[in-house]
C-alpha cells in the first residue's frame, strides 16, 4: 500500500557489540527500500540507533574503569562511524539513553500502570547473568542430570545462550499483564496477513502463540542493575530492556507521532521476531497505538555454517572489504546473494565472483563499451534517437518490465529478485550490443543506425544506473556523471537523454579484480624462473585441444562453485563438462561464447556429474580462454 510516508526501521543494535556484517546487512536493506521510497517520491523516515541499556554495558564500562554513560558515548561511534562509510542515509539515530527516549518510556509505563496493565509479585527462578534473564528448569537443566538433581543443588543450572552458570533469585518485580491481550495478538495476526514476513515467520508465531502466553516481567531492582531507566511508578527499579528498547520505534518520533506511526516495515533479524511480534504488539494494543504493519524478519549471515556473532567468535569485519571492494559493491553483495528471509554463508569468493561477473562484467562492460564507443565514433556528443527498429522496442520493452517488477520487489523487501530483474535488462543491453555490432555498422558508414543503437545502449545504462543507484549510489553517481547526469533519472523513455550532450567513458568503475594471493614466502635466495622441462612433440600432440562452444550452462545442483555446461566441440552431441567456474562467470553469460576444451581427459565424476573433458583458463578459473577470432566449433588448437 502507498501512503505518501514510510517509516522504516533496523533494530537498535548492541552498543557494545563491534558491528560486523550482520548488523551491516540490516543497515544497508533499510537504507536502500528508505532510498527507493525517497526516489519515488514519498515522504520517508529511516530510524537506526543504538540499544545501551542493561548489564553487559555496565559490566563492560565498570572494567574500562570508565562510566557507563562514558563507555556508551564512545561505542556508539562505532555504529556511526560504519554507516557512514557505508553511506547510510538515516533520518534520525536514535540511544536509549537519550531523555527524549527515556521520556516516552516512562509515559508508556504511567499509562499502563494507570489502566492497571502491570502488578507487582514476587518471582523467583534461575537466572542469567550474562543473558539478562530468567529461563525456566528444563532450559537450564544440565545434559544427562534430572529436575530432582538440580532443585537438590546437586548440579549446577546451566544458561543455554551463553553456557555459564544460572543463579536461583527471589525478587519482586513489576509484570505486564501480557497474558491478557493473547487472543487480541492472534485476531490481529490473522486479520493483518502483512504484518509479519516472511509469511512462513507468521505461522511460526501463530504457532508459538497456540501455547499459553505468559506475562511479561518488566522491571529490574536497581540495586542489582542500577543501569537502566527508572520505573515512573517504583523509581528503586529499572525497566526491563527490551521494554526499554522496543519503544524506539516511537519515542524517536516525538510530537510527530500522529504523522508516522505506525511504521511500515521494522527489519529484524530472525533471532528477535518473537519480540518484534508478541511483546512488542502486546505493548502497543495495551497503549492503544497500532502494531506496526510489517516486521520482516531476515535470515542469517554465516561463517563456515555457524551464525555471525561477537559470542560465536566468527565475526566478518565489514570494514577491510569497504576498503578493497568499495561500499557500493559490499551493499550489492548483501542484497544479491542470498534472498532476503534466507541464511547464506559467507565467503570471500563469493564476494569478489559477485563483484567481477555482476558488477565489473556486466554492468562495468555494458557501460564501457557503450561510451567508449560513442566517445569513437561520436567525438564523446550523444547521437540523437534515430528510427527504432522492431529489435530496438523489444528491447525497451525488456527494460520496461524488468523495471517494473524491480520496483514492486524493492516495495516488498524482495532485493535479491530486483536486482536480478534489472541485471537481466543489463545483460540484454550487452547482448543487444553483440548482435546489433555497431563496429560493423561503423565500418558501413551507417551514421544513423549507429547512432540509435548506441543511444538505446546509453539509455540502458542510464535507466540501469538510475535504478541501482539505491543500492549503489556513488557508483551510480559516477557513472551518470559520465553520461552528464548529476541525479538519476528513472524515465523510461528511450529518448530521455539529450542529444549533443557530451558523454565520457574515463576508467571503468568496476575494475576486475583478481583473487588475493596466498602469502608468500619470504624470497632468500637469488630469484628464479622456474625450469620448465621441454616435451616432445609427440608428447603434445597426445593433447587434443578443441575449440567448443557453450550451448547451455547451469549451476552444479550440489556444489557452489561448479557450472554444468554443455560443450559443442564438433561431436554427434554437445559433451557435458563441469567447471569450477560459478565464482566468476553466470551461467547466462557463457553461454554462445566459445572455449577452448581438452576433448581427450579421461571422463571423470564431479559430485555425482560425469565430467567429460575440461575448459582452459589462464591463471586460474577467472580468465577463460577463447579465440581471437570465430571458429567453427571442434576446430583444432594447436
Ligand atoms: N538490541 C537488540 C535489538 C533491539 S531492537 C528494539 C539486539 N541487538 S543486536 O546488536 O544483537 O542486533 C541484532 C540484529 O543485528 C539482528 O536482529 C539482525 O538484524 C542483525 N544481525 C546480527 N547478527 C546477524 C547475522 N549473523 N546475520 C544477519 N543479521 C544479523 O538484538
Keep these: 500500500m502507498t501512503t505518501g510516508r514510510f517509516y522504516i526501521t533496523t533494530p537498535i543494535y548492541y552498543v557494545n557489540d563491534v558491528p560486523h556484517i550482520g548488523h551491516a546487512y540490516t543497515t544497508v536493506a533499510a537504507d536502500v527500500a ?67 527516549h527515556a521520556a516516552v518510556v516512562r ?42 538433581d538440580l532443585r537438590a543443588g546437586k548440579v549446577k543450572g546451566v544458561c543455554p545462550d551463553s553456557g555459564r552458570e544460572v543463579e536461583w533469585i527471589t525478587e519482586r518485580n513489576y509484570f505486564f499483564k501480557m497474558s491478557a491481550y493473547q487472543e487480541r495478538l492472534i485476531a490481529w495476526i490473522e486479520g493483518h496477513p502483512d504484518c509479519i ?41 529499572v525497566t526491563y530492556v527490551w521494554f526499554d528498547a522496543l519503544t524506539n520505534y516511537v519515542s524517536s518520533l516525538g510530537d510527530e507521532r500522529d504523522a508516522w506511526w505506525p511504521a511500515d516495515f521494522h527489519v529484524v533479524g530472525k533471532d528477535i521476531l518473537t519480540f518484534h511480534t508478541v511483546y512488542w504488539f502486546s505493548m502497543l494494543l495495551a497503549v492503544g497505538l497500532e502494531p506496526p504493519r510489517s516486521v520482516f524478519a531476515h535470515g542469517w549471515w554465516t561463517n563456515r555454517k555457524a551464525k555471525i556473532s561477537k559470542s560465536a567468535g566468527n565475526a566478518v569485519d565489514p570494514n577491510p572489504l569497504i576498503d578493497r571492494y568499495g561500499a557500493d559493491a559490499l551493499r550489492y553483495f548483501l542484497l544479491k546473494e542470498i534472498p532476503f528471509g534466507g541464511d547464506g554463508d559467507f ?55 524488468a523495471c517494473a517488477k524491480f520496483d514492486a520487489q524493492i516495495r516488498e523487501l524482495g532485493f535479491r529478485d530486483a536486482l536480478e530483474d534489472l541485471f537481466q535488462f543489463i545483460r540484454a543491453g550487452n547482448k543487444y550490443i553483440d548482435t546489433e555490432a555497431p563496429w560493423a555498422l561503423a565500418k558501413r558508414g551507417d551514421t544513423a543506425r549507429l547512432g540509435q543503437v548506441l543511444r538505446c545502449a546509453l539509455e540502458c545504462v542510464r535507466i540501469a544506473a538510475s535504478h541501482l543507484s539505491c543500492v549503489c549510489p556513488s557508483k551510480s553517481a559516477a557513472l551518470l556523471a559520465k553520461l552528464g547526469l548529476d541525479a538519476p533519472n528513472l524515465s523510461l523513455s528511450f529518448t530521455t537523454l539529450a542529444a549533443g ?37 609427440d608428447d603434445f600432440a597426445k593433447v587434443a585441444l578443441r575449440t567448443g562452444l557453450v550451448v547451455s550452462a547451469e549451476k552444479h545442483p550440489k556444489a557452489d562453485k561448479l557450472l554444468v555446461l554443455k560443450v559443442d ?70
Design 347 to 401: 565467503s570471500h569468493e563469493a564476494l569478489l565472483g559477485r563483484y567481477n561477473a555482476d558488477l565489473a562484467n556486466d554492468l562495468g562492460n555494458l557501460a564501457h563499451r557503450a561510451l567508449s564507443m560513442t566517445e569513437k565514433w561520436f567525438a564523446g556528443v550523444l547521437p540523437a534517437a534515430g528510427e527504432a527498429l522492431p529489435q530496438d522496442l523489444v528491447f525497451q520493452q525488456l527494460g520496461v518490465d
Design 501 to 537: 550532450s557530451r558523454v565520457a567513458a574515463g576508467d571503468p568503475l568496476f575494475p576486475r579484480l583478481e583473487a588475493e594471493a596466498p602469502p608468500q614466502e619470504p624470497v632468500v635466495s637469488e630469484p628464479v624462473t622456474p625450469e620448465i622441462p621441454s616435451i616432445e612433440y
Design 197 to 237: 514476513r516472511p509469511h512462513l515467520r507468521r505461522n511460526e508465531v501463530l504457532g508459538f502463540l497456540k501455547k499459553p502466553l505468559g506475562d511479561l516481567c518488566i522491571s529490574r531492582p536497581k540495586a542489582r542493575l542500577p543501569w537502566g531507566i527508572p520505573l515512573p511508578f517504583a523509581e528503586d527499579y
Design 107 to 148: 509515559e508508556l509505563l504511567q499509562k499502563l500502570w494507570d489502566q492497571g496493565e502491570i502488578y507487582a509479585a514476587d518471582y523467583s527462578g534461575w537466572y542469567s547473568v550474562s543473558a539478562e534473564r530468567f529461563w525456566s528448569e528444563e532450559e537450564v537443566l544440565p545434559a544427562g542430570a534430572t529436575l530432582e
Design 569 to 638: 566441440v564438433g561431436e554427434a552431441a554437445p559433451r557435458q563438462i563441469c567447471a569450477g567456474i560459478a565464482p566468476y562467470y553466470t551461467p547466462e553469460e557463457l553461454v554462445g561464447k566459445t572455449v577452448i576444451v581438452v576433448a581427450n581427459l579421461k571422463p571423470r565424476m564431479l559430485r555425482g556429474l560425469e565430467s567429460n573433458g575440461m575448459i582452459l583458463a589462464a591463471g586460474d578459473a577467472a580468465s577463460l580462454l577463447s579465440p581471437l577470432r570465430e571458429v567453427a566449433p571442434g576446430t583444432q588448437v594447436r
Design 34 to 100: 528508505a532510498r527507493w521510497r525517497r526516489m519515488s517520491g514519498e515522504r520517508v523516515r529511516f530510524l537506526t540507533g543504538t540499544d545501551e541499556h542493561g548489564q553487559k554495558v555496565l559490566r563492560a564500562a565498570e572494567k574500562r574503569g570508565v562510566s557507563p554513560q562514558a563507555h556508551v558515548d564512545e561505542l556508539q561511534l562505532n555504529f556511526k562511524r560504519l554507516w557512514e562509510r557505508l553511506d547510510i542515509q538515516y533520518d534520525d539515530f536514535i540511544r536509549t539513553t537519550e531523555p527524549r
